[in-house]
């Protein structure tokens, strides 16, 4: 019995393998098997990261050509060291790529997986707690069978230290095969830029906001956030940003976890936009503004006072 | 007979054959329709040919039309003339002197109606080439036209007091007996036999010159418009769209994506249009520099018709020269329209370009699935959630229930079945006017129930924007309901449920007596059941399109909010006002062309100076709400009709508000 | 080219969900059902590369007999038949995978599409492991497809980025949104979806051993996070407002 985690990396270690690695770890101990990890990619520089999880080994198949993901040879890497180890529990991260790789491997090995948990903990068993119905629902799932896998959804495990050592490094090479699946080209969104659609934290401005000077107040928030920027009509239409960040009804409909609506008096045109957002914070002067009768959470107050100290109090928490 | 005789007998002759070939392919045209002419009750329609056609009631509701009035008697009168001095042309001496007195009342009439007439040219002149208001603004080659037409006329004129001066007939004709002085101190003498046939002549040659232009232009209205307004179609009347069969065996095409499959009512009217432009100058989309020109659809249609048609009547099959969609109705066009048939009240001779548009709509939308993106979100939210926004369908009722209002489920023995509909439903500002018409039909001791969680969309957008199938749908889903409880009466809150519920449900074997809140508020208010108490505040209101034009509830509101407050009116009020621009489903799509509709409605609103403006439609609340805010005036109140009467009869804000 | 989608029939995330009594399954009476939305873009994708190199269109599913439905409205888009398989209700993701695999095997595609996910159980899986049955090169939410003919070239997202990836054929992909628009059904179509042909089986004809599907995880319980929206006005000075609201997305909500 022995636990693995499949470390995410972009060059460096993503902080959603840290995530995983400490997820991992608290597995590992509660069911008093060893914790491994595994890293793929051009050359694991710092192993030293990965100490306070408990994690005995690290195996790393460093390649000049493992650099970018490619789910063919990170899957059958993957499923040989699992066979290898007798790995019972696999733990990856629920990113983009991450996602693709559990799921492979576990097709490989025949287990079950869960992704994008939130939460996973030992009783009896595994258990993991996970978003269904587009996160209306959440389902307390139990493994019965393992081997099996999760994934963790990125950014919601708190990473916390203990004074086990980092894990001693393996380094193997890079097994014999030519994918079939060839990487054409990567490119990386220059920072900042979050797509509306997709964005997991939108912050949008209304007419309140009082011209297009003002931006980058909210732009603040919104790096401090990494969020992207939406608007109510309003603030189209007056001619301060583009159509393309307009939600609601004519507009863009978001499902971020986290909406923020500053100066925006919440009309059902635009409300309809927003609807899918699982929180929603508003902010407004009047405390009449129907915004408050359709958010999560409301400040009432003046958006140039309250976003800075939004963004400050963010960067400050968060850092 | 005379050489001079049998010339003008051959053109006579020429003049009429050209005529006739010209109606007889313009009928053919027409007939290429689909249907056939609706001709049920004609004593009806006589009459409405009397008091429309020759009472001529719809084109003087403007003043320009009383020079229209002039000239169209003018014609019949002069016609009797005319007639006389062509037999006269062929059989010279003849006359029409043995009608006696008859004839001397005519002559006297023709001396008036000649000076009448040219007053009235004079005004057209003066109005197509000094004055120009846009709506008269037209092409050079209609501007030639109209040019044309009143040189003509006017010579015909011309000729005739020349002729009556010469040779002067019985009758009471101050106006000749005024020029023939003036004439014969100019030519020197009285008897002028050469330049009597000279202008008798010309009289007969420009009456057929006349009648040959006739069918080929503008005025071919002449001879159509009569039978467009004697074959009007009453399914069609007042924004009423038909039922489409979906279902019909061998149907391959819906909507209207060839001009043969338009009826023959449509083909005939657009033969009709005068271009007068009284519908584009009413036209908010026009108003606002859109695209859209109602007259330019009907010219448009016209044009292709004519063009189209000597191919298709040789072979039925022919393949058009151009596509009615996107050639001669181009996309912004046909999406800008919304349907509030402004259009269609105001064109003289009864034509309807918007239900031109709808046609094409459908077809666009049925055959195609071609339509602007936003709203093809709203409709996909119609189909899950029955609401626009795609709010949880289950959360329908949900305004009622700290109300105490039941559903037809809990209790289905009520009076009145209110239809609150989806803004009424969902959208927070509108829910306080529905928790208003709540509690003020309580407070009348009203009993009514709702549907909750089993009202649908009513599917207007949808079928105004063409989605015929959604909206039958729809429709069919709430008749069923509403006939399952066994539902006699309904009150809505939204004058687009209004109209469907009434005009267009029938169709589905929905019939009930559909009222408005504020028809119903008033009738309480008269039987004294509400005892609202005057305030101060002047309130302007504005007319939506759907309750007024559409349905012609108009003193309802008004006497509403007379009870409660005083009534300022806008410049263009009740049956002319303009619309919010939400209709047709605009409410769910961009504006992106031209100024915004309901920013230049709220500009008439603020240049009244209101203290508070009153609406009954959620639409035009959104639409006005939006608009003074663009201008800067949110600071106006504005409030529905029935908020505005809950608050003169003392019914706590705290119930409407927060319904609490 | 034979092109196969996989579709699920879900519940509207719009709808109100509420805890069925067994505490593990949500009250399925108001629920409204739909096409997984992310299936509608692999739909139409597929759809797009039929209208562009021909061939045909087959749609396949797993779920009950209702689900012939959400089947039809592809088939309304404009795809050309249908494979409904049914009685696999209790399968986990990875029985489920080895179900469609192995219907898809018979049916040999060049190309599969599928949504990303489909939000009712929200599992992330099912593809890429009937890709990996099917020993087929698969990637996962694209953003953009192109086929050369032999192979076929999409755009793959990734956090702050793309990959643009080459595969040769036959491949699957799973679609993300910005993929397409997906098209607005017409009446002659939805009037000839009526008519198409919908293949219904059962899992059993599949011939798949018992144990091999036998799902190896279950739902203990369903919770629900939040009802309807908490309208919760923070009280205060700005600046404690603004700290409280910031703990309670991280610690309450975990949002940041
Ligand atoms: C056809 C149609 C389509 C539409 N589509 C959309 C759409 O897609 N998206 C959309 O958003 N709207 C849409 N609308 C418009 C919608 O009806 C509202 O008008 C719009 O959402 C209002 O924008 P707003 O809240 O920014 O402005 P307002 O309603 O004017 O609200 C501004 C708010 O800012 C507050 N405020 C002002 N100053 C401050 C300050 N210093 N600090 C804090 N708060 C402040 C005010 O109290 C007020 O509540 C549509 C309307 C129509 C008719
Ligand atoms: S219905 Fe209204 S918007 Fe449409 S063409 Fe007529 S006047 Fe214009
Ligand atoms: S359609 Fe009617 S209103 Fe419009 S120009 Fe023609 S006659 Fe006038």
């Not at chain 1, 919440?266 to 002067?285: D, E, F, S, T, W």
Request: aromatic share 8%; hydrophobic share 45%; proline share 5%.
């Amino acid at each position: 019995m022995s636990v693995l985690v499949l470390l995410e990396q972009r060059g460096a270690l993503k902080a959603c393998a840290h995530e995983a690695a400490m997820v991992a770890g608290t597995l590992a101990r509660a069911a008093g098997a060893p914790l491994y990890g595994v890293y793929i990619g051009k050359s694991l520089e710092e192993a030293s990261s990965l100490a306070g999880f408990g994690m005995q080994k690290v195996f790393a198949y460093e390649h000049d050509s493992l650099g970018h993901f490619c789910g063919e040879i990170y899957t059958s890497i993957v499923n040989e060291l699992a066979k290898e180890l007798g790995s019972t529990v696999i733990v990856g991260s629920a990113s983009a790529l991450g996602k693709e790789w559990c799921a492979s491997v576990a097709a490989r090995l025949d287990v079950e997986l869960v992704q994008d948990c939130l939460e996973v903990w030992w009783n009896n068993g595994l258990m993991a707690r996970k978003p269904v119905y587009a996160g209306k629902v959440l389902a307390e799932v139990r493994v019965i069978n393992t081997p099996a896998m999760v994934s963790m959804r990125p950014n919601v495990v708190k990473v916390e230290r203990d004074a086990s050592p980092a894990p001693e490094v393996e380094k193997r090479g890079m097994p014999s095969s030519t994918p079939r699946v060839v990487v054409k080209d990567v490119a990386l969104a220059p920072a900042g830029t979050v797509e509306l659609t997709e964005a997991k934290i939108v912050v949008s401005g209304g007419r309140g906001l009082g011209g297009p000077e003002h931006w980058p107040v909210l732009q603040a928030l919104c790096d401090a956030l990494g969020a992207a920027l939406g608007a109510s009509r309003a603030a189209v239409d007056a001619g301060w940003i583009h159509h393309s960040h307009q939600v609601g009804q004519t507009g863009k409909v978001v499902s971020p976890d986290l909406y923020i609506a500053c100066g925006i008096s919440g009309a059902i045109q635009h409300q309809a936009g927003m609807r899918p957002a699982k929180i929603i914070v508003g902010i407004n002067k009047d405390p009449q503004a129907n915004i408050f009768n359709v958010c999560d959470y409301g400040i009432v107050g003046d958006l140039f006072e309250i976003v800075p100290l939004l963004a400050e109090e963010i960067r400050k928490v968060c850092a | 007979m005379t050489l001079g005789g049998l010339l003008l007998v051959v053109l006579i002759v020429a003049a009429h054959a050209v005529f006739f070939a010209r109606v007889y392919f313009i009928i053919r045209c027409i007939r290429l329709g689909q249907g056939s002419l609706p001709a049920a009750f004609p004593l009806l329609r006589m009459k409405d040919v009397l008091v429309k056609g020759f009472g001529q009631v719809l084109v003087l509701r403007q003043p320009a039309g009383i020079g229209h009035f002039l000239i169209f008697w003018g014609f019949f009168v002069l016609t009797y003339g005319t007639l006389e001095g062509l037999i006269a042309g062929v059989f010279p001496g003849f006359s029409f002197a043995w009608m006696g007195p008859f004839y001397w009342l005519m002559n006297t009439l023709q001396d008036w109606f000649g000076l009448l007439v040219m007053g009235a040219l004079a005004v057209a002149l003066y109005r197509r080439f000094v004055w120009r208001p846009r709506r008269l603004q037209a092409s050079l080659a209609h501007t030639i036209d109209a040019l044309i037409i009143i040189v003509l006329i006017a010579v015909l004129i011309k000729a005739f007091y020349a002729m009556r001066i010469i040779e002067p007939k019985p009758g009471f004709t101050p106006v000749t007996d005024m020029l023939r002085p003036w004439f014969v101190s100019v030519t020197g003498k009285a008897a002028h036999p050469m330049g009597y046939a000279a202008f008798h002549w010309l009289h007969n040659v420009v009456v057929l010159s006349f009648l040959v232009y006739i069918p080929f232009s503008k005025h071919l209205h002449l001879i159509t418009a009569l039978p467009n307004l004697y074959f009007r179609d009453e399914k069609r009347i007042a924004g009423r769209i038909p039922k489409l069969d979906l279902e019909a065996e061998g149907m391959e095409s819906f909507g209207i994506s060839k001009i043969t499959e338009y009826s023959r009512k449509d083909l005939l009217d657009v033969t009709a249009c005068t271009e007068c432009g009284r519908c584009q100058e009413a036209c908010p989309a026009y108003f606002t520099n859109k695209p859209l020109s109602p007259k330019e659809v009907v010219l448009g249609l016209k044009a292709h018709l004519f063009e189209e048609c000597p191919a298709l009547l040789r072979d039925r099959t022919a393949a058009p020269k151009k596509a009615l969609y996107p050639d001669v109705i181009e996309k912004d066009v046909l999406w800008a329209c919304t349907t509030c048939r402004a259009c269609e009240e105001a064109c003289p001779v009864e034509i309807l370009p918007m239900s031109k548009l709808i046609g094409i709509r459908q077809a666009r939308v049925l055959m195609e699935g071609d339509f602007a993106e936003e709203a093809q979100t709203a409709l996909r939210n119609v189909e899950t959630q029955s609401n626009p926004w795609g709010l949880p369908q289950e959360a329908r009722g949900a305004w009622a229930e700290a109300l105490g209002v039941k559903t037809l489920a809990e209790d289905a023995n009520v009076d009145y079945l209110f239809f609150v509909g989806c803004a009424g439903s969902y959208d927070q500002r509108y829910m306080q006017v529905t928790r208003a018409v709540a509690r003020l039909l309580q407070e009348a001791g009203v009993s009514f129930g709702i549907l909750g969680a089993e009202e649908c969309c009513t599917g207007d957008s949808a079928k105004r924007i063409g989605n015929e199938y959604l909206a039958q749908m729809l429709a069919q889903q709430n008749v069923d309901t509403m006939n399952g409880y066994g539902v006699k009466k309904v009150v809505t809150a939204c004058p687009h449920c209004y109209n469907t519920i009434k005009n267009e449900f029938p169709d589905y074997g929905g019939n009930y007596e559909v009222v408005h809140h504020t028809e119903l508020l008033a009738a309480l208010m008269q039987q004294g059941k509400l005892k609202p108490k005057q305030g101060p505040a002047t309130v302007v209101y504005h007319d939506s399109c759907y309750l007024g034009r559409y349905n012609g509830v108009f003193d309802a509101p008004r006497a509403a909010i007379l009870a409660s407050g005083t009534l300022k009116e806008l410049l263009r009020t009740r049956s002319n006002s303009f619309c919010c621009g939400a209709g047709g489903g605009r409410m769910w799509m961009e504006e992106r062309i031209g100024g915004r509709i309901n920013e230049e409605r709220s500009k008439e609103i603020i240049q009244v100076k209101p203290e508070v403006v009153a609406t009954a439609c959620p639409f035009c609340m959104t639409m006005i709400s939006d608009g003074l805010k663009s201008e800067h005036r949110a600071d106006i109140p504005l409030k529905d009709v029935a908020e505005l009467l809950a608050e003169a009869c003392g019914i706590v804000k705290k119930d409407v508000v927060e319904g609490e | 080219m034979k092109i196969a989608v996989l579709v699920k029939r879900v519940p509207d995330t719009a709808s109100v969900f509420k805890i069925a009594v067994d505490g593990k399954s949500v009250e399925t009476a108001n629920l409204k059902y739909v096409m997984s939305p992310y299936d509608e873009h692999a739909v139409e994708e597929a759809i797009k590369l039929k209208e562009k190199n021909g061939g045909e269109v087959i749609i396949v599913s797993v779920g009950p007999s209702e689900a012939k439905e959400i089947i039809r409205s592809g088939l309304a888009m404009g795809a050309d038949s249908g494979l409904l398989i049914t009685g696999a209700e209790a399968l986990s993701p990875r029985g489920l995978a080895k179900v469609l695999a192995a219907a898809l095997k018979t049916l040999a595609p060049d190309v599969i599409f599928a949504g990303k996910q489909a939000v009712d159980d929200d599992a992330a899986q099912v593809p890429e492991r009937v890709a990996e049955l099917l020993d087929m090169p698969h990637a996962s939410v694209i953003t953009r497809f192109e086929c050369l003919g032999a192979s076929v070239v999409v755009d793959r997202e990734i956090e702050g980025g793309q990959y643009t990836l080459e595969l040769p054929l036959p491949a699957l992909l799973t679609t993300q949104k910005g993929i397409n628009t997906p098209r607005y059904p017409t009446l002659p179509n939805i009037m000839k979806a009526k008519k198409k042909e919908i293949r219904e089986m059962s899992v059993g004809e599949l011939g798949l051993a018992s144990e091999a599907l036998a799902a190896g995880c279950t739902v203990e319980a369903f919770t629900l996070p939040r009802q309807e929206r908490l309208r919760k006005v923070l009280e205060g000075e700005s600046i404690q407002k603004v700290q409280e609201l910031v703990r309670i997305l991280r610690e309450t909500e975990k949002v940041l």
